[in-house]
């Protein structure tokens, strides 16, 4: 992979853990809200309500682990290899899944098995 490309994803990632830290950030805030306004409740169904709206996050922090993989990926230096193979990851790929971990090919074998 061209050097400049990679620049251009890593920063892409970067943007994108921003986007994901500031919606995980606003959940919790809403969660810590709701409990507040709900007042008088027991600590426990305080805090089963919590884990309910954290599992609302799921999405948002399974990505974001995604994210994370991925820069650790571009720091050692194996970043746009699959996982699987090992072959290179298209950069189009790339482009539209900055924190793809696997070439398609082996994502539809996971996605199957
Ligand atoms: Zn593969």
Same mark, same amino acid.
């Given at each position: 992979?061209?050097?400049?490309?990679?620049?251009?994803?890593?920063?892409?990632?970067?943007?994108?853990?921003?986007?994901?830290?500031?919606?995980?950030?606003?959940?919790?805030?809403?969660?810590?809200?709701?409990?507040?306004?709900?007042?008088?409740?027991?600590?426990?169904?305080?805090?089963?309500?919590?884990? =309910?709206?954290? #599992?609302? &996050?799921?999405? @948002?922090?399974?990505?974001?682990?995604?994210?994370? $993989?991925? +820069?650790?990926?571009? =720091?050692?230096? #194996?970043? &746009?290899?699959? @996982?699987?193979?090992?072959?290179?990851?298209?950069? $189009?790929? +790339?482009?539209?899944?900055?924190?793809?971990?696997?070439?398609?090919?082996?994502?539809?074998?996971?996605?199957?098995?």
């Amino acid at each position: 992979m061209q050097e400049r490309d990679l620049q251009r994803l890593r920063d892409k990632l970067l943007a994108y853990k921003e986007e994901l830290r500031g919606r995980l950030e606003s959940l919790i805030d809403e969660t810590a809200r709701n409990l507040a306004d709900e007042g008088g409740v027991s600590s426990e169904t305080e805090f089963q309500g919590y884990e =309910e709206e954290l #599992t609302l &996050g799921d999405n @948002e922090r399974s990505l974001w682990k995604e994210v994370q $993989d991925a +820069l650790q990926r571009v =720091e050692r230096g #194996t970043y &746009g290899l699959c @996982e699987g193979c090992r072959a290179e990851i298209p950069l $189009d790929r +790339l482009e539209a899944l900055p924190y793809a971990a696997y070439c398609v090919r082996c994502a539809r074998q996971a996605a199957v098995s």
